[in-house]
């Protein structure tokens, strides 16, 4: 009798704590997964950080990757789908949000290689003017899925078609991982650089 119950409270324990919640992080009350899967692939927080602009907290930036990476060329390297998302902390403007956007990109890509991101950029910029306004805890999305491209979603939604080149989807990653990203403690936090 005394073995079958702590059998029985053993099964009942491995049952709840099969069940515990994967959230591993809480950063500014975002919960942050351990692991999502993105395109059939399970993938592994890589990082996780906090977007500032000035004293301000603007958003909880995550990356997820099928290996660790510490650069933007590991990054782009590193096989399977990715995931960088944003959790919005304050209300802001999308429209002036995709400019920053924009400007990331050409702060971190040479001259010769914007021409052939232009019509990427356009279509970028037309996301988030659709979008408005961007409220505390609604998340942005941008998921590398191979074969299929770069997919979009905001607020729940994914926006429009997949920006199909590869070469579009390194340079919106340079926006937080090139040689001037748009937050270095940011850059660092995301690459798990400590």
């Known amino acids: 009798m005394h073995l079958s119950k702590l ?3 053993g099964f009942v324990a ?12 809480e950063l500014h009350g975002v919960k942050i ?18 977007r500032y602009k000035g004293p301000f907290k603007v958003y909880v930036g995550d990356l997820y990757t099928t290996k660790k990476v510490a ?13 960088l998302s944003m959790t919005m902390l ?3 403007e999308a429209g002036p949000f995709g400019k920053l956007l924009t ?3 050409e702060d971190n890509v040479p001259k010769t290689e914007m021409s052939k991101l232009v019509p990427g950029l356009i279509r970028m910029g037309d996301i988030f003017t659709a979008n408005k306004v961007l409220n505390p805890g ?3 999305t941008l998921d590398w899925i191979p074969g299929t491209g770069m997919v979009v979603t905001a607020k729940g939604k994914v ?10 989807f390194k340079a919106m990653m340079s926006i937080w991982f090139g040689p001037v990203p748009a937050d270095f403690k940011l850059k660092d936090a995301l690459l798990g650089i400590k």
């Open 33 to 50: 997964e351990d692991s999502v899967t993105v395109g059939g692939a399970k993938l592994q927080l890589n990082g996780v950080g906090t």
């Open 138 to 140: 609604e998340v942005i």
């Open 159 to 168: 926006q429009g078609e997949p920006f199909k080149e590869p070469e579009f």
């Open 103 to 105: 400007r990331g990109v």
């Open 71 to 83: 650069s933007l060329d590991e990054l782009i390297a590193v096989p399977g789908p990715k995931r």
């Open 90 to 92: 304050r209300e802001i």
């Open 7 to 9: 059998l029985l409270a």
């Open 14 to 25: 491995f049952s709840f704590s099969a069940a515990a919640p994967a959230a591993t992080v």
